[in-house]
């Protein structure tokens, strides 16, 4: 697998952070963690063929995560890029995605779903695997951080991440994300955070020490990391392993 980050920080303008967004490239498809409205931009400044793009996980409907699914499914229904697409877009998310897509349609009568493809909705249930795409496995965990809110562990043969998405401190997103390859996990705070369902970098590197992965990545970095140097900050807490620090471009393989 290879995980591309779109966009590294939150629903802050920034000028070098956009808005919540992953490419991930497995042996069985592309999949989008999360769509913000920059994300979209984000994936032809990558070069990246979002017009073949095969899944898209929503984790939760806070627009800096999902703000870009309605544009996107709109450019897509009219581009000629997929005038003679023909395989499905699968759009993964938690109890509401339909009705949160449908909401995006009311606004102008879109008909988003018209598609000249496929396009296929699934309202996923925690814990319970399901097949995210052909011969990718994914199970998802609820956060707390909003009533649909999920982080979700993708496995490709003995390759595993974690992407926790927004989440406050919970000693269970530590246990989900076990020994995974990459642990991708927000850190929307340097510390004195203040709202409880996000973390900050003592309550993130507590979590990364639980959960013992081989390499984290922390992102959803709120502007009050620029004044800070990443590194130093981390290496006060010794972490166990590699802790990176998200920036839009940054490619990892898994």
Not at 28 to 56: F, H, K, P, Y
Not at 75 to 93: D, E, Q, S, W, Y
Not at 170 to 182: N, Q
Request: with cysteine; glycine share 6%.
């Amino acid at each position: 697998m290879k995980l591309i980050v779109l966009g590294s920080g939150t629903s802050v303008p920034h000028p070098k952070r956009s808005s919540s967004g992953y490419w991930l490239e497995t042996i069985g498809g592309s999949l989008l963690l999360d769509c913000s409205a920059s994300a979209i931009d984000r994936m032809a400044q990558e070069n990246l063929d979002w017009a073949n793009l095969d899944a898209v996980w929503i984790s939760h409907f806070h627009l800096d995560h999902c703000g870009g699914l309605g544009p996107f499914l709109a450019g897509t229904k009219h581009v000629v890029a997929t005038k003679n697409r023909n395989k499905p877009l699968r759009i993964f998310g938690g109890n509401g995605i339909r009705n949160l897509i449908d909401s995006f349609d009311k606004v102008n009568n879109y008909g988003l779903l018209e598609q000249p493809f496929p396009v296929e909705i699934i309202e996923i249930e925690p814990l319970e695997e399901f097949e995210v795409l052909p011969g990718i496995a994914a199970v998802a965990l609820a956060t707390p951080h909003t009533d649909e809110s999920h982080a979700i562990h993708i496995r490709e043969n003995d390759k595993t991440l974690v992407y926790t998405a927004d989440t406050g401190f919970s000693e269970a997103v530590a246990a989900f994300a076990r020994k995974v390859d990459l642990l991708v996990m927000e850190c929307t705070y340097v510390k004195d955070k203040k709202v409880e369902k996000h973390l900050e970098l003592a309550e993130a590197i507590y979590l990364i020490r639980k959960a013992e992965p081989k390499k984290a990545m922390l992102t959803h970095l709120y502007p009050e990391w620029d004044e800070v140097d990443f590194n130093e900050e981390v290496k006060k807490f010794s972490p166990m392993c590699e802790v990176m620090e998200a920036f839009d471009g940054l490619k990892v393989d898994i």
